[in-house]
């Protein structure tokens, strides 16, 4: 499988930003760069659509909408929850961004996400105050601080002992679309056996041994995706009909034909499915031990 992305492009600035007014500073300056996020998770683009808006700070700062996301590329970047004429959804732009681009637009938007759905403390319910730049809400209440939440959710290429993969597709989805099965990590439990229910649960079939393959994070809100390879027991499907409408087994040339068919459509490429599917397709995926 190719590499997923190790080395962060995003100086998140942990030191600097607990001076307020050294931030104040970083928006200032010519070369800082804003990037807004709409309610619905669009992203401000450029006028084609195929890169971040590199659209400068403008205005006054206001510490309650405007945060910090860090340094990229030698310049501070801030985003902001809004609205601009140039507007993209993530699973248009992200196909279409350098590797670079796509950490900050995801971190944007988690971040983005974070604030508008956690403006009250969730212990005393008092309204919080934005801190360090906007990792973290503080009650002026009860003391406490928030910090941004990421969900952990798992994703899993299940292979039988013939070595054919199980994808299924979701009831909201469009017709045709096929991807690996997923889900969130529950309270109390680890990741490998988050795999072993998820599959369980929505195909039916048990899993005997997995394999951690990779991690990525995804803005849907704000989630971990912690990639795994997994072997099933037994291949009967029974697809739980809530979340997975139906299910089925391929061979490398079955899925092919499919795709080529207009029959099956995969996940798009900037996606942690999209890689584990083709590693497995091209017979570089890990085997689960």
């Given amino acids: 499988m190719d590499s997923l992305a190790t080395v962060s492009h995003l100086d998140r600035c942990e030191t600097q930003r607990a001076d307020p007014d050294w931030i104040a500073g970083q928006w200032i300056q010519p ?6 996020v709409s309610a619905d998770g669009r992203v401000s683009c450029a006028a084609d659509g195929g890169a971040v808006s590199e659209a400068p700070p403008s205005g006054v700062f206001d510490p309650d909408r405007h945060y910090l996301l860090g340094r990229w590329a030698g310049r501070a970047v801030f985003v902001e929850s809004g609205t601009v004429p140039t507007m993209a959804g993530l699973r248009d732009l992200l196909p279409a961004l350098p590797e670079a681009e796509r950490e900050l637009v995801m971190a944007a938007v988690a971040l983005v996400n974070w604030h508008r759905t956690s403006p009250r403390c969730s212990v005393c319910g008092s309204a919080t105050e934005v801190r360090a730049g906007g990792i973290v809400r503080h009650c002026p209440a009860c003391g406490r601080d928030r910090f941004p939440r990421t969900d952990p959710a798992i994703i ?3 292979l039988d002992p ?6 299924g597709h979701q009831m909201v989805w469009p017709p045709g679309r096929m991807s690996l099965l997923a889900g969130f990590v529950s309270a109390g439990e680890s990741l490998e056996q988050a795999v072993r229910r998820e599959v369980a649960e929505e195909a039916g079939v048990t899993v005997a041994a997995v394999k951690y393959l990779g991690s990525q994070p995804w803005p849907f809100p704000r989630t971990l995706m912690l990639g795994f390879v997994a072997r099933a027991a037994d291949t009967i499907i029974t697809a739980d009909g809530v979340e997975i409408e139906h299910a089925r087994w391929f061979t490398r040339e079955e899925l092919g034909q499919a795709i080529e068919a207009a029959e099956v459509g995969l996940p798009g490429a900037a996606s942690i499915a999209h890689r584990i599917i083709a590693a497995w397709r091209d017979g570089s995926l890990a085997e689960p031990e």
């Fill in 31 to 36: 070369s800082s760069l804003l990037v807004t």
């Fill in 156 to 158: 899993v290429a299940v």
């Fill in 162 to 167: 013939d070595d054919r993969l199980l994808l």
